[in-house]
């Protein structure tokens, strides 16, 4: 099984007006929509969007309210879906962050000393990926792919908020 988080930039008007189905369809899977990847209005991760998260939220050396967001915070957008059984559930469809939450996340990402604080605390680390539950052991590459993707996430923030955008987020498992 492969965990992919998306990020899709939209307008304020299309987050507040569309039912969650309809904002699912905005968010481009990987092969999906090539120029909103080539545009940067999409971006995604695979494998390690709940390291990115948790690295946010222990990075600060001041809680700050705005760490939680960038990567799984926000408001829920949900929908019913019936099981086999017949029960109905409500189920989250995606996330939308509304302009000023996305402002508040660009500039939290813009001041977070996430690249090294991940490399100042390799013991941490490792017990963050198991406590987690990943398979696959800590090193210095996957640091190195989580700095970085950290890093584009803090540009591609950047880009919406001063272009005054909403945010869809997806995870896809």
Known sequence: MSVSFFWR???AEAASSLAPQALLKLVPDWSEQPELWDTGLATGVDFHCSVMDQVLLEC???Q?????????GGEPRTDLWTNPDGEVQEVTVVTVLEP????????????????AWIFANPQRMTAMVRELGFSTSWDEDWA??????????ADFYRAAASAGDAMIKYLSC
């Open 9 to 11: 930039r939209t307008s």
């Open 60 to 62: 600060c050396p001041i």
């Open 144 to 153: 190195c792919r989580v700095a970085g993707d950290l890093q584009d996430l």
């Open 64 to 72: 700050d309210s705005s760490a939680g967001l960038a990567v799984y």
């Open 100 to 115: 000023e939450a996305v402002a508040s996340a660009a500039e939290f990402l813009s001041n977070a000393p996430y690249g």
